[in-house]
């Protein structure tokens, strides 16, 4: 996390797609799936990570992945989900760190509506409507609930959907990579940075599954400093969902759930009135089953 802009960790990967999540294979070497890849990735990126989850398997058939053509097996790849509490003066390869919006400019609705967003549901209902000879309604109806339009309520976890739709609809470079194509010059406009092979599905796969965990769990915490401000906390919770929170009742769930207790120092480089610092309290994973931060959006209007 970078000024509250949530980053990802990359590498260079191999054209037409130059930006690839860093990966590598099991080898005799390593004890276990994770011991592998805490080897791989620190190994590639000089940097230690700190929470680390199982996030899925994939095994996507696509131009970009090498088969080998003796039994033609197809490449699978276990993806995992780390999360690395670093501040930007520490971080090692400063360019391999890339805002995960970069990659997905529709998620990102903290402020004004992304550009990117008006521009992806244009295409979109233009692709739904013009199936066959008249529109498909079960294609309008995906692109309403996967994208909030039409009264339908944003759900941020849909990320994963959301890129798989625009995939679906040949609307991300990756869509012609598969297709052994050109991508269509006027997808920069709003289709984000493509990424080698399917690591941009693996990438929107974890932040749809970080965006769902950090209501049920206290992984938010993972990326804050011992002591840290509920202002922080917010901003953090806000940086992750692509959502923006009500301030008082942001407040007064962290109050009612006991995720946080003050300490007896406040903070003054707030350009502000200093604040109380508070820190997590670890017992409250003890205390009940799912102690997360359970985000809800303010209210924005949908889509015409």
């Known amino acids: 996390m970078r000024s509250y802009v949530p980053h990802v960790l990359t590498v260079a990967g191999p054209a037409p797609a130059a930006v690839a999540l860093p990966s590598g294979p099991l080898q005799p070497g390593h004890c276990s799936l994770q011991a592998g890849l805490r080897s791989w990735v620190e ?4 940097c230690r990570l700190g929470y680390v989850e199982q996030l899925y398997t994939f095994g996507d058939r ?21 999360l690395v509490p670093i501040g930007g003066d520490d971080l090692p390869m400063q360019q391999g760190w890339r805002p995960w919006y970069r990659f997905f400019p529709w998620e990102d609705r903290r402020f004004d509506e992304p550009p990117a967003r008006f521009l992806v549901l244009e295409r979109l209902l233009d692709w739904a409507r013009s199936a066959g000879q008249s529109p498909d309604r079960d294609r309008v109806r995906r692109v309403n609930l996967t994208f909030g339009v039409d009264g339908v309520p944003w759900d941020e976890e849909r990320a994963l959907e959301r890129y798989e739709m625009l995939y679906e609809a040949g609307l991300v470079p990756e869509a012609s990579f598969d297709r052994g194509l050109e991508p269509p010059a006027d997808l920069a406009a709003f289709a984000g940075v493509p990424m080698f092979a399917d690591h941009r599905r693996i990438l929107a796969t974890a932040i749809s599954r970080l965006r769902a965990k950090i209501k049920y769990r206290p992984v938010l915490f993972e990326l804050m400093p011992p002591t840290f401000t509920l202002s922080a906390l917010q901003k953090t919770a806000e940086a992750l969902s692509g959502v923006s929170l009500h301030k008082q009742n942001f407040r007064r769930l962290i109050a009612q759930q006991g995720l946080v207790e003050e300490t007896s120092d406040m903070a003054t480089d707030t350009g502000g009135r200093p604040a109380k610092l508070m820190r997590f309290r670890s017992e409250v994973t003890l205390e ?17």
């Open 43 to 46: 190994r590639q990126t000089r």
């Open 62 to 82: 696509t131009s970009l992945l090498p088969e080998r053509p003796a039994d033609r097996n197809r490449t699978v790849s276990i993806a995992y989900l780390a």
């Open 288 to 304: 009940r089953p799912a102690p997360g931060v359970r985000v809800a959006a303010t209210r924005r209007g949908s889509y015409p």
